[in-house]
Each structure stands twice: as C-alpha cells, then as structure tokens.
C-alpha cells in the first residue's frame, strides 16, 4: 500500500501531528487550516460540538490551546474536565483525534492572546454572551455600543484605525486540551485507510499546572 503511516510506527505521536498541522497551515489547504471540532458532554452526557481554532500546538507538552467564553455552552461543558477535538485537512485526505483532560491556561497566558486580537474582537468578546439567546440582530449592535461606552473607549482613536487598550474580559480566555489519546489517520487507496492511536497517562498534576504525562504506547488499528 502506498503512502501509510510509518511502519514501525513512531514511539509518540506529536512529531507527526506538527507535521501535518504546518504544512496545513504552511500550504493553506483550507481557509482555515487549524480548525478543529471540539466535542464537549454535558452532565447527562449528552454530546455538543462545535468548530473552535487551535491556537498552539504543543508537541512538547501534547497539547492543543483555544479560546473561547467561559460563559458559553463549551465553557459550561469544559468545567467539567474532559474534552475531544477532530482536525480534518481533506485535500491531505489526513485526519488527527485528540482526546483527554482540558483545563483553562493561566491568566497570563490569556492575557497574552488576547492582546494579539484586534480591537474589533476584544470589543466582542466584551459585548457577546456567546450561547444565551439574543433578541434581535439589533440588540446585539446595542451590546456592543454599550460595551464601547462601558469601557470608556475612545471613538475617534477607534475611527482613526488607531489601536485602544481593551483588556481582557474576565469571563473569556485561553484552554489547553492535553492529549491522553491522539489518533491519525490517513486516507489509503481503495479506502485501505492507515490509521493508528497513541495513548498515555495525563493524570498527575504538578503544582506548577504542568502535567506530568507518562510515555506513549502506539497501536495500530483497523481502518
Ligand atoms: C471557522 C470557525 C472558527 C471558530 N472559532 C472559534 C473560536 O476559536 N472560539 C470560539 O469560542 N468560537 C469559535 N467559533 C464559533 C463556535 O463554532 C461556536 O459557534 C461558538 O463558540 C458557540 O459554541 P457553544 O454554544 O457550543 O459554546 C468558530 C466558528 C467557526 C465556523
């Protein structure tokens, strides 16, 4: 068979999940490359997913990082510790599952972030309470108003396409989904698909936040 996953297969997975995470990016196979569905459940264990964008890779650590509303559905489903994330770059006819323990990263982290997005998304992380029902498309124009009033914003710097200070709303950040099982997948010739999963233990925390991770164990499995 042509073009599998390497046979034996590597001791861990994220060398080759970076890999194919930059050239995706890289080659811009698609409008956005480091999206990924992020599967949640609630306390019933019913399942919610959505798109959301990885903003690092960590190959070191074995870990994914976005950013979202605490506040939102995901943020709500995310308290409870335990998440999964799918990216699909169809035109590699490559699939990555990472599945483990989710947490928030440190307020300086998110800080960090989210002094990178332009004024115009750090008014909106303000104005929306993402996943709560809103009135109208017009109320959502009033929220923003109202944010930009809040926060004592001034208008004409904003008009003048100058950057203002926004600071970070308390109820929106960064999370980083540690990798206890990541699967790749990879599309074969007359769907003899190449797939295999690596998984290891992600349960001891340091005091510092940093996990200790034990090494990974590598299986081949049926496509
Ligand atoms: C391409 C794309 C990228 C997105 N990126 C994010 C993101 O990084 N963070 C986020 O909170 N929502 C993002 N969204 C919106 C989510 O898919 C979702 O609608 C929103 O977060 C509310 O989900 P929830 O109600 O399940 O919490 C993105 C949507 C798309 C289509």
């Given at each position: 068979m042509d073009g599998g996953l390497p046979d034996p297969l590597p001791a861990e997975p994220m060398s080759l999940f970076e890999q194919w995470f930059t050239q995706a990016r890289a080659e811009n196979?698609?409008?956005?490359?480091?999206a990924m569905t992020l599967a949640t459940a609630d306390e019933a264990g019913t399942p919610s997913a959505r798109i959301v964008l990885c903003?690092?890779?960590e190959a070191d650590r074995g870990s994914v990082v976005f950013h979202s509303n605490y506040h939102s559905r995901k943020g709500r489903e995310l308290a409870r510790g335990r998440a999964a994330a799918v990216f699909h770059w169809d035109t590699l006819d490559r699939q990555v599952r990472v599945e483990g323990p989710v947490e928030r990263v440190s307020e300086a982290e998110s800080d960090a972030y989210f002094a990178t997005r332009s004024w115009e998304r750090r008014v909106g992380a303000w104005s929306s309470q993402q996943s709560e029902p809103l009135a109208s498309r017009e109320a959502l124009f009033e929220q923003i108003t109202e944010t930009i009033i809040k926060l004592d914003l001034d208008l004409g710097a904003l008009m003048r396409g100058e950057d203002v200070v926004v600071l970070r709303p308390p109820f929106w950040g960064g999370y980083r989904l540690w990798a206890q099982r990541v699967e790749l997948w990879m599309g074969g010739t007359g769907r003899i698909h190449d797939r295999a999963e690596w998984t290891r233990d992600v349960s001891r925390e340091c005091t510092d936040g940093v996990r200790v991770c034990g090494t990974w164990s590598a299986t081949r499995l049926n496509p």
């Open positions: 196979v698609q409008p956005n490359p480091n903003k690092s890779l």
